[in-house]
């Protein structure tokens, strides 16, 4: 029965046709938003008055008061009517990795018997879902269970289905962030904050700085029939078993190649839906893996772009199952080709233009250029080990370190344009780079990097943190994460080395005006070049342009003082270093508590996920595996003695030498998976009684997980032994390859 069963299952991913998705009759520009309650749509529904104070909140950081929330709510509630929305959700983002809502209806009592449709600013700003099952690492215990959401009025609301749904943040009575989206709003602050001050010593016009943020998802699509098949996929969004298929991606052949139809279907869906709320998906391609695709859109402001991130990965997961898919978003589903990750691209931008462009016209441009480039590797190098924290994950571990994506060292390539240019800056005789010139006034020697140059330096992709023209972009974020884990780390750490800049400089300037007779701006320019030049010394460290792969890079990188660790669960304990703390705390982001509370979490959920493979590992193998290997054995055992019954003693046993074998070779495999599930089960039972989070997730790293490879190693055996059509489970050929 099984045995019709896998194969009729093939049969049918196989026979699947795409989906006829029908375009909407406008062009995309036309309903790039249509779902969105954007400033368009403000413009259209609230008052003028009511209109400009949310600008001044959206885009001047300006408190938002009840009376304006109240005829908010009124215009919103209009559009949303007119949309066919019956249902308002607070949307928040806790640390679980997806998201959260609870839906109410708008419908009140009208007092009268019957019911009207309602909703207040009231409604719209705060409300307290019952949150006591979100976790909180023990900030919040259980049986107080207040927490409450707020609106984030700098990110537009959006209609899904019936629903409204409200972007907020989610935190504790006493303020504590419970989510990513609190913290994340404090690092853009911070950053803004420190940048806008450095910018002030080369244009005072600057009124703004805007931390952006371009991510690229990667994910696979399996077939769902075949999906379903898959118990570990199921349960733990990877398979935990499966011999490679004789043909992955050694041919290199899927990367950017044609898009199977069916999913282009899928990606045609999945852009329409994305456009129509407001995510501004630019490209599509297929990615390195086969079965495995990208999606990009614009970059936008990074608050946006996380929570634009956070809603395409739910829909993409939506789309997927109309179109008979599903979507890995995990950062290895398959062992052997490649995992799925997510660039962040990311810059600060003023209201004249984007910061880490490539030298511009004058010379104090490209000064400002540099001290850019410089504070933001200065903020990498200082907290190299706690971004390595920021994407860790027990399934983005599985991803770095391999040859395949960003090693488990953060390090930074600049490229040889830009190294030259800050080699430059360094060791020139500081009279050169810097001179009073009687007729100019101030002259700096800052050689221009030519834009096309920068543009086509060699893209180190072996590279974690690289820049790539007019951005940093960060490799090492896994495809499931939260982006604003990695963006909270890396705000805050630039946010922290431009504040420090900025303090160093002014005491130069002090001291420079009492020794010489510089005129006040000359001083600044002297004492930014002096920091500067100190500071490229000092960030030298995290500067690598080499091969990130290579072993001597990993001893090279221990001489330097960088974070080599590998383990999940040790690399967390950098979120609770004194310099990361006082750097949270100093920038306004988070406190020590809330820090703490942060790494119990990550802790319980490294467990949890180990713990849970390791479970499913043991069942499978044991439910799955081992009877359908015993089951096979027995045949052959028939065939023997059948064989012997009808031949003679000495033909038979040359007829039955490969059965033989065999039923050997099955009999020590399964006696070994046996043997090592019991010991699986025994080292769990022992980390379970644990009772400190911490030690409890070093536990389940050091001894459980590294026996989980040594159990799917016979596993993969015997699936190259045992009958085809009696193997229960899809294989890599089957689940990788269907159009
Ligand atoms: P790649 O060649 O690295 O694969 P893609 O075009 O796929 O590049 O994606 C690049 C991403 O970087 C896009 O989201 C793009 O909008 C974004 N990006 C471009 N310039 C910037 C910038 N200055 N700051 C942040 N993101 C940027
Ligand atoms: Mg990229």
Redesign the pocket.
């Known amino acids: 029965m099984m045995e019709a069963l896998r194969f009729q299952m093939v049969g049918e991913a196989f026979a699947r046709k795409p989906l006829d998705v029908v375009a909407p009759s406008e062009r995309p520009c036309d309903y790039f938003g249509k779902k969105v309650f954007n400033r368009a749509k403000m413009y259209k529904y609230l008052s003028k008055s009511v209109y400009d104070k949310m600008m001044d909140v959206m885009y001047g950081g300006a408190q938002l008061d009840r009376s304006v929330a109240d005829a908010v709510a009124a215009g919103m509630m209009q559009w949303a009517k007119e949309n066919g929305a019956t249902h308002y959700t607070h949307w928040f983002q806790p640390l679980t990795e997806g998201t959260a809502e609870k839906h109410d209806s708008f419908i009140e009592h009208d007092g009268k018997g019957g019911m009207i449709e309602e909703f207040s600013g009231k409604l719209l700003v705060q409300q307290e879902p019952d949150a006591s099952s979100f976790p909180s690492g023990g900030i919040r215990s259980t049986f107080e269970a207040r927490g409450y959401s707020a609106w984030d009025p700098t990110s537009p609301v959006f209609i899904i289905d019936d629903t409204l749904v409200i972007p907020t943040v989610f935190i504790s009575y006493s303020g504590e962030a419970l989510d990513y989206k609190a913290p994340l709003l404090r690092a853009l602050k911070a950053v803004s904050t420190a940048a806008t001050e450095v910018c002030h010593y080369f244009n005072t016009d600057v009124k703004k700085v805007t931390s952006?943020?371009?991510?690229?998802q990667e994910y696979f699509l399996v077939d769902e029939g075949l999906y379903a098949a898959r118990p570990d996929l199921v349960l733990t969004g990877r398979t935990l078993m499966g011999h490679d298929s004789a043909k992955n991606q050694q041919m290199d052949d899927h990367y950017f190649g044609s898009i199977p139809e069916r999913v282009a279907a899928f990606m045609r869906d999945l852009e329409i839906q994305a456009l129509e709320l407001g995510i501004?998906c630019?490209?599509r391609?297929n990615e390195v893996a086969p079965n495995q695709f990208?999606v990009?859109?614009?970059?936008e402001d990074t608050n946006l772009a996380v929570d634009h991130n956070m809603l395409l990965m739910s829909l993409m997961k939506r789309v997927a199952r109309k179109h008979g898919f599903r979507c890995l978003l995990h950062e290895k589903p398959f062992a052997g080709i490649n995992g799925s990750g997510k660039?962040n691209?990311?810059?600060l931008?003023t209201d004249t233009g984007?910061l880490?462009?490539a030298p511009g016209r004058t010379p104090t441009e490209n000064l400002r250029f540099a001290v850019f480039i410089v504070e933001t590797l200065m903020g990498v190098w200082r907290h190299n080990g706690l971004l390595k924290a920021s994407i860790m994950s027990a399934t983005n571990a599985h991803r770095l370190g391999a040859n395949e994506a960003p090693p488990a060292i953060i390090s930074s390539f600049l490229g040889k344009q830009l190294s030259s240019l800050l080699d430059h800056i360094e060791k020139a005789d500081r009279d050169d780079l810097f001179r009073l010139d009687g007729k100019h006034g101030l002259k700096l020697d800052i050689p221009q990097i030519p834009e096309l140059l920068i543009d086509n330096t060699d893209?180190n992709r072996t590279s974690p943190f690289a820049f790539?023209?007019?951005?940093f972009?960060f490799r090492a974020v896994g495809s499931e994460a939260n982006c604003a884990s990695a963006m909270i780390a890396l705000n805050s750490a630039v946010a922290e080395a431009l504040t420090d800049f900025k303090r160093r400089v002014d005491e130069r300037v002090a001291q420079i005006s009492r020794d010489f007779e510089h005129s006040e701006h000359n001083a600044t320019f002297h004492a930014i070049i002096d920091i500067l030049r100190e500071d490229i010394r000092a960030c030298k460290p995290i500067r690598f342009d080499g091969n990130g792969y290579s072993d001597e890079w990993k001893a090279e990188a221990a001489r330097r003082g960088l974070d080599v660790e590998t383990s999940c669960p040790v690399i967390f304990e950098r979120y609770l270093d004194e310099s990361s703390i006082r750097m949270f705390e100093s920038q306004g982001v988070m406190s020590r508590k809330e820090l703490e509370a942060r790494n119990e979490v990550k802790w319980e959920t490294y467990t949890k996920k180990i713990q849970i493979e390791a479970r499913v590992l043991g069942d499978l193998s044991m439910n799955h595996i081992i009877p359908v290997a015993t089951a096979y054995q027995s045949r052959l055992l028939a065939n023997v003695e059948r064989t012997h019954a009808v031949f003679p003693a000495e033909k038979a046993e040359t007829l039955c030498r490969l059965n033989l074998k065999l039923i050997e070779e099955i009999g020590q495999r399964t006696a070994s998976i046996e043997s090592q599930v019991e010991e699986l089960v025994a080292a769990r039972k022992v980390a379970n009684k644990i009772a400190d989070e911490h030690q409890k997730a070093i536990a389940y790293h050091d001894t459980i997980a590294p026996m989980f490879d040594k159990i799917r190693y016979q596993i993969d055996k015997l699936e190259l032994i045992v009958d085809d059509a009696s193997w229960p489970l899809p294989k890599y050929r089957e689940l990788l390859f269907i159009r």
Request: glycine letters at 8%; proline letters at 7%.
């Open positions: 952006n943020l371009g991510w690229e501004p630019k490209t391609h990208e990009a859109p614009i970059f660039h691209n990311w810059s931008s984007i880490l462009h893209r790539t023209g007019n951005r972009e």
